[in-house]
């Protein structure tokens, strides 16, 4: 099982990115789907997360701001950012709770996608 995570990159305060994060392999089910973030210097943190039946859950840093969705079809989960600040800077991770074709339950992460926010 992989998750690849895309959509970082260079923005302007007050500007918009989004994020997606694909998992891919032997998945028979996907539970709750989440976003990070680990600034420079600082634990990595929970953004947001959306669970099976769509119920979301935010940050208070992003509430209003950010927007979590997912598409079981494509196994896919994004995160839409809005209103982006300098303090939002940060390396961005997906995760997922996965179940294996084989029964396996694996919580698994992808490989960060930079995110920076400056003028």
């Known amino acids: 099982v992989q998750l690849q995570a895309s959509g970082g990159g260079l923005v302007q305060p007050g500007g918009s990115l989004r994020l997606s994060c694909a998992a891919s392999g032997s998945i028979f089910s996907i539970n709750d789907m989440g976003w990070y973030r680990q600034a420079p210097g600082k634990q990595r943190e929970l953004v947001a997360f959306i669970t099976s039946v769509n119920s979301t859950n935010y940050a208070d840093s992003v509430k209003g701001r950010f927007t979590i969705s997912r598409d079981n079809a494509k196994n896919t989960v994004y995160l839409q950012m809005n209103s982006l600040k300098p303090e939002d800077t940060a390396v961005y991770y997906c995760?997922?709770?996965?179940?294996?074709?084989?029964?396996?339950?694996?919580?698994?992460w992808g490989q960060g996608t930079l995110v920076t926010v400056s003028s």
């Open positions: 995760n997922a709770d996965i179940i294996e074709y084989s029964g396996t339950r694996r919580g698994s």
